[in-house]
C-alpha cells in the first residue's frame, strides 16, 4: 500500500523567499506523484505532476518539484513566493492512471508580507 | 467546457437523517472518484467508478454509506442516518480515459460539499 508523509503542517515565507514543501512517499512499485493546491472553500486544484521521464517538472504559477527515488522523495520548491500562494497544498500519490489517490495530511503555507 | 460541479454546496443535517450528495463530472470523462476531506486532514478515498460499474469501494466506512452511478455520468452519494462523525467535505473528481486525453492520469476536482451534522 502507499503512503505520504508531507513533513510540517504549517510554514511560513517572507514574501519572495523560497518556498520548500516537504512529500516523501512509500510504494513498492515506481509510484505517479501529484501536488495539489486548495484555496478556502475550493476544490484542488492539480500544480504538477510525475508519472514518467523527466524527474524535474514544471508546474502551474512558477512551482516545480523534483522526483528523487533513492530519497523517495517529491519536495515541492518555487524560487519566489507570492502572496497569492497562500493556501493548502497536498502531496498525492497513487500506482497508475485513473486508479483513486492517496493524499497526505496537507501543508498550510503562509505568506508574510 | 464545464469543469467538475457538486451540489449542494453546504448541507445541515440532524443527526439520524438520510442525506445525497451529487457530483456532476466533466461530460464524457469515464472515471469518478468520492473522497471524504475531515477538517485539517488530506482527502480520504471513499469510493469509485468507471462508467456504471463501482470497481472499488473498500474506503466507505460503514454501510451507512452508498454511492451510485447508474448511467455512467453523474453520481450520487447517499448517507444514512448521519452521525456527527460523517461531518467533513465530501469531494468529487473525475478523470478522463488513455485515448480520451493526455490528461488521463489527472483527476479534476469538483469545490465539494460541506457537511455537518448537529
Known amino acids: 500500500a502507499q503512503s505520504v508523509t508531507q513533513l510540517g503542517s504549517h510554514v511560513s515565507v517572507s514574501e519572495g523567499a523560497l518556498v520548500l514543501l516537504r512529500c516523501n512517499y512509500s510504494?513498492?512499485?515506481?509510484?505517479?506523484l501529484f501536488w495539489y493546491v486548495q484555496y478556502p472553500n475550493q476544490g484542488l486544484q492539480l500544480l504538477l505532476k510525475y508519472t514518467t521521464g523527466a524527474t524535474l517538472v514544471k508546474g502551474i504559477n512558477g512551482f516545480e518539484a523534483e522526483f528523487k527515488k533513492s530519497e523517495t522523495s517529491f519536495h515541492l520548491t518555487k524560487p519566489s513566493a507570492h502572496m497569492s500562494d497562500a493556501a493548502e497544498y497536498f502531496c498525492a500519490v497513487t500506482l497508475r492512471g485513473n486508479t483513486p489517490l492517496v493524499f497526505g495530511k496537507g501543508t498550510r503555507l503562509s505568506v508574510i508580507a | 467546457g464545464a469543469g467538475v460541479s457538486q451540489s449542494p454546496r453546504y448541507k445541515v443535517a440532524k443527526r439520524g437523517q438520510d442525506v445525497a450528495l451529487r457530483c456532476d463530472p466533466i461530460s464524457g470523462h469515464v472515471s469518478l472518484f468520492w473522497y471524504q476531506q475531515a477538517l485539517g486532514q488530506g482527502p480520504e478515498f471513499l469510493t469509485y467508478f468507471q462508467n456504471e460499474a463501482q470497481l472499488d469501494k473498500s474506503g466507505l466506512p460503514s454501510d451507512r454509506f452508498f454511492a451510485e452511478r447508474p448511467e455512467g455520468s453523474v453520481s450520487t452519494l447517499k448517507i444514512q442516518r448521519t452521525q456527527q462523525e460523517d461531518s467533513a467535505v465530501y469531494l468529487c473528481?473525475?478523470?478522463?480515459?488513455?485515448?480520451?486525453?493526455?490528461?488521463?492520469?489527472?483527476?479534476?476536482f469538483g469545490p465539494g460539499t460541506r457537511l455537518t451534522v448537529l
Open positions: 510504494s513498492s512499485v515506481p509510484p505517479y
Open positions: 473528481a473525475s478523470s478522463p480515459t488513455r485515448r480520451q486525453a493526455l490528461s488521463y492520469n489527472e483527476q479534476f
